[in-house]
């Protein structure tokens, strides 16, 4: 069964710069979750979208941007990278329609690892 | 205020014996909670959620509203148990539906 794909797995960045991480969930799942975990750390959630509008969010710094598009496809965008920012981020999904909106299951990709220097 | 505690962060037992992984909830209403496994280097996997009532890789989770408590257990550990597990609550405002972590109890199974 298709699982959730995120790219790119690993990225490296310098501080300062610029970095675009992408989600495509489940096929016909509406919602999209983005969490951070540090090393060592739980996973905080970050923001969420649902049917393309920003449904929550969380503790994402104001230097990062998110979206969603016609296709459900997520990206979260993050600039002025700083060392703080290293972390593994998951992109999560789910299908608020099929299961009624009522604490459905999220699907987990298997993370992008961002190392800032 | 939404809230989930895992109280240990290291949790080490001998294969074959049992284990149990505290949760402990905070929540003003009717939560959702749920058991995430995250193996070495692996992604987030569900291990299971209170509502199916099922019982994963022999593990099992009662959902205890009077302790609200939703701890996991499992009668005979096995090695490929080791992992961080999470345990996590689901909110159900009006579209908030992210997931309030526990900080995880890491679990080491010995030989």
């Known amino acids: 069964a298709a699982g959730v794909i995120q790219s790119p797995r690993h990225l490296i960045k310098e501080k300062r710069e610029t970095a675009t991480l992408k989600c495509y969930p489940i096929p016909r799942h509406d919602t999209v979750y983005w969490y951070q975990q540090g090393p060592g750390q739980d996973p905080q959630f970050l923001i969420s979208f649902y049917e393309k509008m920003q449904s929550d969010k969380g503790s994402i710094p104001d230097r990062f941007s998110a979206q969603q598009f016609s296709d459900y496809h997520s990206e979260l965008n993050m600039s002025s990278l700083e060392l703080g920012d290293s972390a593994l981020y998951f992109c999560?999904?789910?299908?608020?329609?099929?299961?009624?909106?009522?604490?459905?299951?999220?699907?987990f990709g298997p993370g992008t690892r961002l190392l800032v220097l | 205020a939404q809230r989930v505690t895992q109280p240990e962060k290291l949790l080490s037992v001998f294969k074959g014996a049992p284990v149990e992984l505290k949760c402990n909830y905070s929540y003003s209403g009717s939560p959702e909670l749920f058991w995430y496994v995250q193996y070495s280097r692996q992604r987030l996997q569900l291990l299971l959620r209170h509502i199916s009532r099922e019982s994963i890789k022999g593990f099992t989770a009662d959902l205890n509203k009077g302790e609200t408590s939703f701890h996991l257990k499992k009668p005979f550990a096995q090695e490929e148990d080791s992992a961080m597990y999470y345990c996590a609550l689901s909110g159900l405002g009006d579209s908030n539906y992210q997931l309030i972590w526990g900080a995880g109890t890491k679990l080491i199974i010995k030989p």
């Open positions: 999560a999904s789910s299908s608020k329609g099929l299961a009624g909106g009522r604490g459905e299951t999220q699907y």
